[in-house]
């Protein structure tokens, strides 16, 4: 879709369809409050109401569309609202909307159109790859938006990032939605590859030769059973000076999760393509990041696997030594994300990062406790999680802490090796973190479970679909926008 930014009157377009974001308290345009009842629409959120302009004004059509309350209107009430727009813009086969406000808001005008191109295009997303049958109305798309404002130069520059941002969540939710037969860590390796030439970060692609060399004993233990063989991936974007600060980010890039020879029951498999959402986010951040040139030295880091029974699969009972040195008793090959993240936040050590940051499908736990509605986040670090915190707020991607006590590091230690998979069923997502803590020695450190915000059956926002949310970007780039 084609976004950009002009001054003037939106009811002096031409375009096709004009969308105006009205607060509660707005006052409408007298031409336009002569086209409907004014019980129809109050600008209440989510409220939107297609209005036909009898030559009245200039565009045929105007699409009013609620923002409620002037003083609750946040980047997520736009990023929402421009989602509904653009799927009622869609159903009326509108090619060019203009797009405008009314109402008085405290936002600035660059943080409005940034949220309003991410729901625009978010909205719009779909995934349909793989759809040999479709016909003219499930192929169209909204070309151009134009959004009107008093400051293009902000506006444009809000567009830009907003854009940035969306491609990034719109590669993390292909790579989700993608099938386990096509999404394989070899696939990932090429995915890196394509990045490099797309967007100019560094990619390195191990394969099994090099994991064997290197000691990544978590990932070969994890992927030994299948014929998708792991993968170990690296992308660097920046470089560390003194004012750049370098992070890592981890994300578990499980291609597949048939639990192994702990087998999963049919109806917790069939999701389990998404057990890379935590990779998906580590590659949506990285891309937007690059787009958007953010000034930080940033690593992203994934151990890819494919988790599978068979002959030659890791049994429960059997001791791996990860690539730190620690042993790791392996109690059931279902909990296979620690094994493979172990290595990958290992790994990280060797940029000294100012804080490793890690992202994973880890837990069915998780789900249980916070449902789809918040990303679970525990951090060794409190200054890290302060910033996570702040940075949550902004983007609108919810976070909530959980703790992680020295109690709960007792929880995964082993009697016979360093570490056991496994801490119980009671904390099972805290003992799943504390025993990635094991792993990130010093260094501040912070994981968020997504089990149950990486992937929707049922959306829940606006600018969701069924499948992968892409959940984890936002909040990267605005903990990044600005990191010390
Ligand atoms: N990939 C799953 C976690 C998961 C479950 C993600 C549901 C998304 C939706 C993970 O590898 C797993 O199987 N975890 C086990 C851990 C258990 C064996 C300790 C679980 O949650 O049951
Ligand atoms: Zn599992
Ligand atoms: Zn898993």
């Known amino acids: 879709m084609n976004i950009s930014a002009q001054s003037g009157n939106t009811l002096d377009q031409k375009s096709d369809l004009v969308i105006l974001f009205s607060t509660e308290d707005a006052q409408l345009p007298e031409q336009i409050t002569g086209l409907f009842v004014s019980a129809d629409f109050a600008g209440k959120a989510k409220q939107t109401l297609l209005v036909y302009s009898q030559e009245k004004v200039s565009p045929p059509r105007i699409l009013l569309v609620g923002l409620g309350v002037g003083d609750k209107v946040n980047s997520e009430t736009f990023r929402n609202a421009a989602a509904v727009a653009i799927k009622e813009a869609r159903k009326i086969k509108a090619e060019q909307v203009a797009i405008g406000l009314v109402g008085d808001l405290v936002l600035e005008e660059q943080v409005i159109a940034q949220a309003i191109t991410e729901g625009m295009v978010l909205g719009s997303y779909r995934f349909l790859g793989y759809k040999t049958d479709l016909n003219e109305d499930e192929k169209f798309l909204v070309s151009d938006a134009v959004i009107f404002c008093t400051d293009t130069k902000k506006t444009s520059q809000g567009i830009t990032e907003g854009q940035a941002v969306a491609a990034g969540i719109e590669l993390a939710r292909d790579l989700i939605n993608g099938p386990g037969v096509d999404i394989t860590p070899e696939r990932f390796g090429e995915e890196a590859i394509l990045m490099e030439k797309r967007v100019g970060i560094k990619a390195t692609v191990l394969g099994v030769k090099e994991l064997k060399e290197q000691g990544f004993g978590g990932i070969l ?63 949506g951040a990285m891309e937007a990041v690059a787009r958007m040139k953010l000034t930080v030295h940033l690593v992203g880091i994934i151990p890819s696997a494919e988790n599978m029974p068979g002959p030659n699969a890791t049994r429960p009972g059997d001791i791996v030594k990860s690539m730190s040195g620690k042993t790791i008793e392996i109690l ?149 926008k600005d990191f010390k």
């Open 332 to 480: 059931n090959t279902d909990a296979e994300g620690r094994v493979i993240l172990a290595d990958g936040i290992h790994y990280a050590h060797r940029y000294n990062p100012a804080a490793i940051i890690n992202f994973a499908t880890l837990t069915g736990a998780m789900i249980i406790a916070l449902g789809h509605h918040a990303t679970g986040l525990m951090s060794t670090d409190q200054a890290l999680t302060d910033k996570i915190k702040v940075a949550s707020e902004k983007s609108g991607e919810g976070v909530w802490e959980l703790p992680m006590w020295q109690e709960y590091h007792d929880m995964v230690k082993s009697d016979i090796a360093d570490l056991k998979n496994l801490g119980g069923k009671a904390a099972g997502s805290i003992t799943a973190a504390t025993f990635l803590a094991a792993f990130a020695g010093d260094y501040p450190f912070a994981h968020f479970d997504i089990a149950g915000t990486g992937y929707l059956d049922t959306p829940i926002k606006a600018y969701h679909h069924k499948g992968g949310t892409g959940v984890g970007v936002r909040l990267m780039v605005e903990l990044l």
């Open 221 to 283: 233990a994890v992927g030994q059973a299948s014929v998708n063989e792991p993968r170990f991936i690296v992308m660097e974007y920046g470089e560390p000076a003194e004012d750049v600060p370098t992070v890592c980010l981890v994300g578990k890039g499980l291609t597949f999760d048939s639990g192994g020879l702990n087998i999963k029951p049919a109806d917790a498999m069939v999701t389990m393509k998404s057990d890379m959402g935590g990779a998906a986010t580590v590659f």
